[in-house]
Every structure is written in structure tokens, then in C-alpha cells.
């Protein structure tokens, strides 16, 4: 096993850095399950039982402020939310005390004992205090019930009843004034309303363990409980969300995926015995699993702390919390669901608790550190941690990138490139091409023109800024379809528009049921293809009206179809392994490319760099193809296929992984091809350099089935940097959001049933959305800033298979199990 030191020293952090154990106390009798409390300066805990103490962190002599007052053990302690007067709540079986320590203090320096203000009494075992925003009210948790008591009347404001068991947590709303949430036992949470006792809400049984902790978040508005047995359930507090949950969380499995993704990024060389929750904590030859009891949730505000000091882990966004737990404490990222740091007691040697009963945390402003009061699990040992979340974090993030990625191409390309051997190739080609197809066509003497200038191609250059700008005014080339054609000026994709979650017009793709297995619109949004299980692929308006073309030719189930940049070409692959090329503008296959490119059948397939290259998958390998499509007409031979296509180079997976997604982005130049692998990987090729360049381990908890990128559009304008953005889905794991720069998730959205079947997942035109199918007969959109859904879609007949967005205006088509297509318009 690696010692502690090795672990977090390996990356330029180490234990004096991380943690210091300040202060410790044994208390005669344990104060294992009570309520412990911290402020910014202060902790709070029970002495011998009877004896309130404050430790101050400013004391030079670590002298303690002793209060006494009660007469029984103490079980709950609470600080008040204001700075001066500083209030502090205690809580025993005869009485309920309100304390102001500033008087409190002035007395002891005057010789004089303290007295603090009975404001309850003879309640029963009280297990939880919590003082409102303004402290005029204390929320006493006594038994089944909720007594709100006002400070400075010392009566009794509201008895809360509903519960069937003790009440072990409480709440105040911060942005809802008299709204209070409590969790008990009886394993839910209530909502009320204190000021009149009135309940707002219940929910129902959530687990089968009781509910220990609770933690309202109030910029992302969400309520988290902590149970007995480390899960983590997680609610939406929006208006007209009505509770909704938005996660359950396996605090254990999240933390096996926290230390597997840092043995494999390289941080660590074996698995340490301390950081694998699923072992022994009884010794040799007595093996149980260890649970995760959730004491205590807390704030961990990681925003103060510079970028540079968290590592790759931005913090200007980040919506972070504590969790303390009975064997550690975890910053756990509310965003992304995942935990970002984690400290076990027992791995450091200098704390003098390895496990813990109970357990306090604050946020401590003017030095960024963090405080926490831990009391033995065993015993009356008490002791005061100082922090450093930014040096914990650091010394436990992944390693950065050694390159900077980037979607958009930043730079030429390589002599050495791939993409620079098959475009040069072309180049050399294209003229004698040209030539030859011009005798066969000429019909009259044309006049000669010559040009001053002659305009570079652009393919040895990097792309201009001006590629991300939206086209408003798009002509119809001479050499597309009729159909294109139209005299009116496209507008701009609305930005601030709704949603689309309007019914529209629903189509059956086929008389039978037959399973829709891809979507994709074509770049201008005026026509809709998708590939069907009975072997056929069709091209539908955008309105889904009239009769769809029919492209057929396939002898298995179609599951990639591809639109080629300009619109002139469909692509489809399908399971019989073959891939073909059909012109857009008569259903005619254009170039068919069969068996006998790869053992194993073409899993996806598109166009790429601008339609210059076509990128395959087959196996544990992609390939990238230099095509050409013979446009011109010969009667005679016009069995015979002059298209072609060439290998241009093929890339392996990181460990010869079947891919089972492949995503590139052809609107614009860009060098990143992104794969995902059947063994839960995402691997980063970058093919300027012509080899991968970065693994992204543990994506999801089972293979990523699709890869959405941010590609925008021509009709929408997006910040550079938003192009980096893509998203993933598994199965049972709902979607992530990732950054391609940072290689990190941002965001974890999984309010969609979708646990047996792979549903799809598209982006907006604009970025700011995201849908995706779902199982229960409904399609999802959610809000990029947001872990819960923004509307769900209904009208669906079967699961939702698969989802697109128009590129051109607000409008979503949806694909079904049993074949349907249903549009949604905005209002």
C-alpha cells in the first residue's frame, strides 16, 4: 500500500499543506452523534457532558469559554447566521438556551459567570437546531416534531407534525422567507411553512436507510440529503419544478470512480487500501463492506480560490459542497456529480481520530481555509481540523494536458498531417480531373477570363475568425438541387427564442412498426433523413410533409445517416457493413464502399473537414478516406462505378477497444476526432499530429452508444471557445457535459429514465440546450446551466430513440421505437 505522504506529495502537495489538527480535547463522556457546530472563529461542542465549550481560533492559550447552564447531556448545538451579536443555541432534555457570546466573554473578563436565555424547555431529546437567516426563530427537531420557537418572546411559534420518526435535520429556505425542510428517520423530507405550521410538501420514502443530514444550495436552488447508507439524493427547489429530483448518488461507487480515474491518469501507481471504500476496517480476516453514513453537509465555497491554485478544476463556476462522513471528508461537485477531492482520516498519521461520530464544517473567508470540529466514533476524543481545500484539491486532481485542444483548428497544417497527404493529393489530381470531365461536357466555346489574383483554398491555413459568424444570406449553388433553390433571404437562428415544445405535425416512417435508429437534419434545415431498421433510409421535409425520398440499397438496419456540408450528398452506414454516398438530388447511390474495409461492421460513419475526408469505425480502429464522386454522365458505361475512395491512414483505441461512438466536426475546419470505447473510455485524436491525444477515463459508468459536439450553425453565432463542448451518454448513466480543454465533466444531467435501451442526445443550434430520448414515451431538454430538465415533451407513442434540432429555426423532431416522427415548434 502507498503511504499517505506519496500520494498527495506526488503531486505538489503534502500533508502539513492539507490538513492540521489545531485542537484536542477528550470529553469524559461521548458526544458520538451530537450535534457539533462552527463559525467562522469559534467551535462548539459538549464537555462532560453538561458543559458547553467554545474554542476560538484566535485564543494564543487555547483557553476555553465554559457555559453552563443545563442539567442534562448536551445533544444539539447551533451558531446563529450574524456576526454581531454572535448567538449560539444549546440544546439538552431540560432546556433549549440561547447564548450571546460577546456578553458571554465581557462577563468571564469581569469575573462574573454567563448567563444565556432559556427560550424552551422539557421538548424531549432534541437531535437537530438550526437558526432562521435573521435569528429571531430556532428550529427545535425534538423527537417526531418541529418546534419554531421566537428568540425574543421565548414562545412557541409553530409545532410541526408529520413525521413518523425522529426528525434528524433541518433547514431554513434562504430565498423563500418562512419556508423550513426537515428530514427525519422515516427516511423523506417535509416542506413547511413555519409562520402559520401549515405542511407544503411530502415527499415519499426515498431509501431504506434513515435520512441523517440536509443542505440547500441556494445558487443552483437544490436541496441535498445525506443518508445512512451514503447515498445522496438530490432535489430541484425551482419555482414550478415541484420537488422534482435531479440525482441519487453512490457516494461509495463515486469515490471507487474518483480513485480508479486517478490510477489511470498516472497520479497514482496502485490502488491505496485507505482510498477504496469497499474494504475492511475490522482488520485481517473479518471483511464487511463500509457504508458511508453522511453526518454532516456544508458549503465548500470553492470561488474564492484562484484557478491556479485548484489545478485543471475551474472554480469560478463550480458548485461545490462538503460531505463529512464517519471515515472522511469529500468536496463533492454539485455540477457534475462527481467528487473532486477526498481525505480520510486514517491515511493522516497526525490526526488523532480515524473515525468519527460526528462532524462540523465552515468556510472560513478571510484565509480560504476550512474549519471542522470531528468528535470519535469511539471514546470522547474531540478534535478541530484546519483545511486547505485548494492544496487538497490540487494534490488530487488529474494531471493537466500537456497540449492545449482545441475544436476549432488553431494552427496549419502539418507537411507530416494526414489531413495535409490527402488534401495534397487532391491538389495534385483535381486539375487533370477537371480537365477530362470538361472534353466529355463542353458543348460551346466559352470566354476566357483571367483573374489578377488567384484565391488560396484555404486547406494549408488555419481557419478565420469569420467561420463562426452566421449566414443570412445563402444562395443556392448552380450545381445543387432544384429543391434548394429559393429566392428569400435566410434569417438568423433567434437566440432568445422558447424552446420548441409546441406538438407539431407526427409521420409514421414506415406502414409497419419499425424502429427509427438515427436522425440528422441537413445543414440548411430544410430537409430531415433518417436510417430505419427495415433496411431504408429517408429524406423527409423539414415539416414533415409530402412524400420522403427513398434511399435504398442496404440488406441491414441503417444506423448512421450524414448530410454532407454542402448539401449534395447523404451519407449512410449500416449494419450489413457497407457504407454508401447518395446524391441528395435523385436518390442515386453516388459510392459504395463494401465488407471489404474491415473485418467488423461500420459502427459510425460521416463526413469530415468540411466534406474533404470521410471518417469510418469499425472495430477498435476509425479511418480516415480521401473520396471522389464522378459527377459526370456517361450512358454507355453507367454501370460502372468511377467513384473511389483511398485510405488515407487509420488510428487504434488505447488498448484496441471496440469504439462504439465517433464524433467530428465537418461545418468547420477542426484537427479532433473524438471516440469512445467499449471500455468506458472517451480517447481524443487529434490528426493534425496524426495520434491520439488524450484518454478521458471512467466517462460514464457503462460504454458511451453517442457523442453530441457543439457544432452550432450557419445561421447562429457562438463564442469560440463554446465549440469545445460536447456531450456523452450511457446507458443508465443519463448525459455529461465535458470541456474539451480541461478534459473535465461540467455537468451531469440524469432526470431521464433511460436504463435499457440507448436513447439519443442532440445539441441546440445556439448551445443552450440539450435534448434528449427518453424510455418513459417523452423527450427531455434541459438548460446547459441547469442538472434538472427545463420541459419534458410528451405525445410520443414508444420510447424516444432518437432527437435533432433544426439548424435554421426553433424546431425539435423526435424519432420512436414503433417508427413515429413527431415536431415540436415554439410557441
Request: with cysteine.
Amino acid at each position: 500500500m502507498e503511504n499517505p505522504q506519496d500520494i498527495f506529495s506526488s503531486n505538489g502537495g503534502c500533508l502539513s499543506d492539507i490538513v492540521i489538527e489545531k485542537y484536542l480535547v477528550e470529553s469524559k463522556e461521548s458526544v458520538s452523534h451530537v450535534q457539533l457546530a462552527c463559525s467562522m472563529q469559534d467551535c462548539a461542542f459538549p464537555l462532560d457532558g453538561t458543559e458547553l465549550c467554545i474554542w476560538n481560533t484566535k485564543s494564543p492559550s487555547h483557553q476555553l469559554l465554559i457555559l453552563r447552564g443545563h442539567h442534562q447531556p448536551i445533544t444539539a448545538i447551533a451558531f446563529g447566521n450574524k456576526v454581531n451579536p454572535l448567538l449560539i443555541c444549546s440544546a439538552s432534555l431540560d432546556y433549549v438556551i440561547m447564548w450571546n457570546l460577546d456578553e458571554c466573554r465581557e462577563k468571564v473578563l469581569q469575573g462574573l459567570v454567563p448567563r444565556g436565555t432559556v427560550v424552551g424547555s422539557l421538548l424531549g431529546k432534541v437531535l437537530c437546531l438550526q437558526l432562521s437567516p435573521d435569528d429571531h426563530v430556532v428550529a427545535v427537531c425534538a423527537g417526531n416534531k418541529v418546534f419554531t420557537l421566537d428568540i425574543e418572546t421565548q414562545a412557541v411559534q409553530a409545532e410541526l407534525q408529520g413525521h413518523l420518526g425522529p426528525v434528524t435535520a433541518v433547514e431554513f429556505c434562504p430565498w423563500q422567507a418562512g419556508t423550513l425542510i426537515s428530514v427525519s428517520e422515516d427516511r423523506g423530507f417535509k416542506v413547511w411553512d413555519h409562520c402559520t405550521g401549515s405542511l407544503i410538501y411530502s415527499s415519499s420514502v426515498l431509501s431504506a436507510y434513515p435520512l441523517l443530514s440536509l443542505f440547500i444550495d441556494a445558487e443552483s436552488r437544490q436541496l441535498v440529503t445525506g443518508c445512512a447508507d451514503g447515498q445522496l439524493w438530490i432535489f430541484s427547489l425551482m419555482d414550478g419544478h415541484h420537488y422534482r429530483r435531479v440525482a441519487r448518488v453512490d457516494l461509495r461507487k463515486k469515490t471507487e470512480t474518483f480513485s480508479t480515474r486517478r490510477l489511470k491518469s498516472g497520479l497514482c501507481s496502485q490502488p491505496e487500501e485507505s482510498q477504496l471504500p469497499s474494504t475492511s476496517v475490522l482488520g485481517k480476516g473479518e471483511q464487511v463492506e463500509v457504508t458511508f453514513p453522511i453526518l454532516r453537509l456544508a458549503p465548500c465555497d470553492l470561488s474564492l480560490i484562484p484557478n491556479s491554485a485548484c489545478g485543471c478544476l475551474s472554480s469560478e463556476n463550480t458548485q461545490c459542497m462538503w460531505i463529512g462522513s464517519s471515515v472522511g471528508l469529500f468536496i463533492f461537485n454539485l455540477a457534475n456529480l462527481e467528487v473532486e477531492a477526498a481525505l480520510y482520516y486514517r491515511d493522516f498519521q497526525s490526526l488523532s481520530i480515524p473515525l468519527a461520530g460526528s462532524c462540523a464544517l465552515r468556510n472560513r473567508t478571510a484565509d480560504r481555509k476550512t474549519l471542522c470540529l470531528l468528535a470519535s466514533l469511539f471514546g470522547g476524543k474531540i478534535a478541530v481540523l484546519e483545511i486547505d481545500p485548494a492544496a487538497l484539491v490540487r494534490a488530487q486532481q488529474c494531471p493537466g494536458l500537456r497540449q492545449s485542444l482545441s475544436v476549432p483548428a488553431s494552427s496549419c497544417v502539418l507537411p507530416t498531417s494526414p489531413l495535409y497527404l490527402g488534401i495534397a493529393k487532391e491538389k495534385s489530381t483535381k486539375a487533370a480531373s477537371g480537365r477530362r470531365c470538361a472534353a466529355r461536357n463542353v458543348t460551346k466555346d466559352q470566354r476566357l477570363v483571367f483573374h489578377s489574383k488567384v484565391r488560396s483554398s484555404g486547406y494549408a491555413s488555419a481557419p478565420h475568425v469569420t467561420m463562426f459568424s452566421p449566414k443570412t444570406n445563402i444562395k443556392s449553388e448552380g450545381k445543387g438541387s432544384s429543391r434548394r433553390r429559393s429566392s428569400c433571404v435566410w434569417e438568423p437562428y433567434p437566440v432568445e427564442c422558447a424552446v420548441p415544445t409546441k406538438p407539431g405535425p407526427q409521420v409514421a416512417a414506415a406502414p409497419t412498426c419499425t424502429r427509427v435508429c438515427c436522425l440528422q437534419y441537413s445543414g440548411d434545415g430544410q430537409w430531415l433523413a433518417c436510417g430505419l431498421s427495415n433496411h431504408l433510409s429517408l429524406v423527409f421535409g423539414a415539416r414533415l410533409t409530402g412524400t420522403p425520398a427513398v434511399f435504398s440499397g442496404h440488406d441491414g438496419a441503417v444506423n448512421t445517416v450524414c448530410w454532407s456540408q454542402d448539401r449534395r450528398w447523404l451519407l449512410s452506414a449500416a449494419q450489413d457493413g457497407t457504407l454508401r454516398v447518395w446524391s441528395a438530388r435523385g436518390a442515386e447511390l453516388a459510392l459504395l464502399l463494401g465488407r471489404d474495409m474491415s473485418s467488423k461492421p461500420i459502427q459510425s460513419a460521416q463526413f469530415y473537414y468540411i466534406d474533404a475526408f470521410i471518417l469510418l469505425s469499425s472495430g477498435p480502429e476509425f479511418q480516415l478516406l480521401k473520396y471522389h464522386i464522378d459527377t459526370c454522365k456517361d450512358e454507355v458505361k453507367r454501370y460502372k462505378q468511377k467513384s473511389k475512395s483511398k485510405l488515407i491512414c487509420r488510428l487504434s483505441t488505447t488498448g484496441a477497444v471496440d469504439v462504439t461512438s465517433l464524433s467530428a466536426v465537418n461545418d468547420f475546419y477542426s484537427h479532433i476526432v473524438l471516440a469512445a470505447g467499449r471500455n468506458r473510455t472517451v480517447e481524443v485524436f487529434d490528426l493534425n499530429a496524426g495520434c491520439s491525444a488524450a484518454v478521458i477515463a471512467e466517462a460514464h459508468s457503462r460504454p458511451v452508444h453517442q457523442i453530441c459536439q457543439n457544432k452550432g450553425s450557419s445561421f447562429t453565432t457562438q463564442q469560440p471557445q463554446a465549440y469545445n463542448l460536447f456531450l456523452t451518454t450511457a446507458i443508465g448513466d443519463g448525459m455529461r457535459l465535458w470541456d474539451l480543454r480541461t478534459l473535465r465533466c461540467e455537468r451531469h444531467f440524469e432526470g431521464h429514465p433511460s436504463r435499457g435501451y440507448p436513447c439519443g442526445i442532440a445539441f441546440s443550434p445556439c448551445g443552450q440546450f440539450a435534448a434528449c430520448g427518453a424510455e418513459d414515451r417523452h423527450a427531455y431538454v434541459y438548460e446547459m446551466g441547469s442538472s434538472t430538465f427545463s420541459h419534458r415533451l410528451a405525445g410520443h407513442t414508444d420510447t424516444v430513440t432518437g432527437v435533432a434540432f433544426n439548424p435554421s429555426t426553433p424546431q425539435l423532431a423526435t424519432a420512436t421505437l414503433d417508427g413515429k416522427l413527431q415536431l415540436f415548434l415554439a410557441e
